[in-house]
């Protein structure tokens, strides 16, 4: 009986990306809502072109030993010329048996951190561009969502803030007779 036992039960089931990934939202989520200063300053494309800008990226991102923020950034500058003429071409040549997950990934890095803001990207600590591509849309749209309300809450203090910075100064314009 012990050794039927041991034949009928079945080894643990492994778990695909997308699902290791979406443990992992909650962490991903608190980045998003992470809101640190930061002197750091967004990286830049080397080149005079859009192709050999492109081409900076691919190379960069080609690198073993980058650093997984700095990754990221190229991702999002990647991203940002994903509506150029080159875009596919180029990064096909670079990546042609990665080229879906590193256009997926820059689209989605471009979009959700155009949302959150660039200040967010130079801080994120989670989230990468493997995840991002591999992820559920579901998941993808939870973190973009997430990314509008903190953009929104962020704008709203802003907002506040002016609206009290100006009342009280108006408030001294009258107190001195201005």
Known sequence: MKKYLER???PPR????????HSKIPKFLEDLQRREE??????EAIGNTCPEQIRFLCESLGQTDLNPNISLQYYYLLGEKSNEECW???????????????????????NLYTCRGLTNLLVTQTITPNALARMYDED??????????????????????????AGAQEQEWEYVGI
Do not use: C, M, W
Not at 14 to 21: F, H, M, P, S, V
Not at 38 to 43: N, P, S
Not at 145 to 163: C, G, S, V
């Open 88 to 110: 596919e071409f180029e990064i096909q040549g670079k990546f042609p048996t990665k080229f879906r997950n590193v256009q997926k990934a820059a689209q989605l890095i471009y």
């Open 8 to 10: 009928s039960a079945s």
């Open 140 to 165: 993808f749209n939870l973190l973009l969502h997430e990314a509008r309300t903190q953009k929104f809450q962020e704008n709203a203090e802003l907002i506040y803030l002016y609206d009290t910075f």
């Open 38 to 43: 930061t002197t750091l300053q967004l990286e």
């Open 14 to 21: 492994r778990l695909t990306d997308a699902q290791r990934i």
